[in-house]
């Protein structure tokens, strides 16, 4: 099974394979961390970024889309993840990426998953809204989907101002927490100002 192409071992992989996770974890583990290692500072943050992504990738293997171009979805995926880290470390990149964005390759590929990751967050965002009582729901939606002010809201709605403002506030962090369990790097919500 070593000889096989990426492609196989991931179709494979999202079948359910841990052998073919293995092989794809050794093959792919040299070649991403070289690749990090050009980008950011702390080698063991890397290599902890590693692990945790393809830890990820089992743990969602039945979400995954089996056309996506491997080599560019694995480095997107590691910047990710490796974005994700960087607060907890307050690591820095390296002196000469210093305020240079990281793109991955630009591809037809890396926007195809960069797409798709984004179609997957909206559908994680769309299920987790729904999770909510009506009332936040309403509220939210017209805090985020309509733009509305606090003051707005509580006209629409009849509820008073602190009302909406508990409202907001506890559907941000309900939502955020899902996010975080679910394993997005994303701010859920992002507060606006009053």
Known sequence: MSTCSDQILWNALLDGDAD???ILYSRHYRPLRSWALRRFTDADMIEDAIQDLFLWIWQHRQNLNRNAPLTPYLK?????QILKLLPAHHISLNQEMEGIDLPVEDCPESRMIEKEVDFSWQSFATQSLNTLP?????????RYRDGRSIEE??????LQYQSVVNAVQLSVTHLRNQAILAGYNYQVFRRKSR
């Open 153 to 158: 809201i509580s006209e629409h709605t009849g």
């Open 76 to 80: 997107f995926s590691l910047r990710n």
């Open 134 to 142: 009506r009332r936040k729901r309403q509220v939210m939606e017209l």
């Open 20 to 22: 073919a996770w293995g």
